[in-house]
């Protein structure tokens, strides 16, 4: 049985996977859709400044759950005083 988060974190991680492989296009001119990283942000609809984050972060680490947004913030009770 598949969870529903499991299922969106598996199609987030392959769409992002392929953003990647598409920017490296970019990156080498061998892109036919886009000449410019931000046009191809743009499209996407995501900053660079976020797919960049993403993108070395995979660079780093070449996994798919290096694809998934991370939380930040407090961990859970972490601030909560008895």
């Known amino acids: 049985m598949t969870t529903n988060k499991g299922l969106i974190s598996g199609t987030l991680a392959r769409r992002m ?11 080498s001119g061998n892109s ?9 942000c743009a499209y996407h609809g995501f900053s660079r400044q976020n797919f960049m984050k993403i993108y070395h972060r995979y660079k780093r680490n070449p996994e798919e759950s290096s694809l998934l947004p ?13």
């Open 17 to 27: 996977l392929v953003c990647v492989k598409d920017y490296e296009a970019i990156k």
């Open 32 to 40: 036919e859709t886009f000449s410019r990283a931000k046009d191809f």
């Open 70 to 82: 991370r939380k930040c913030g407090p961990k859970f009770k972490t601030r909560r005083r008895t």
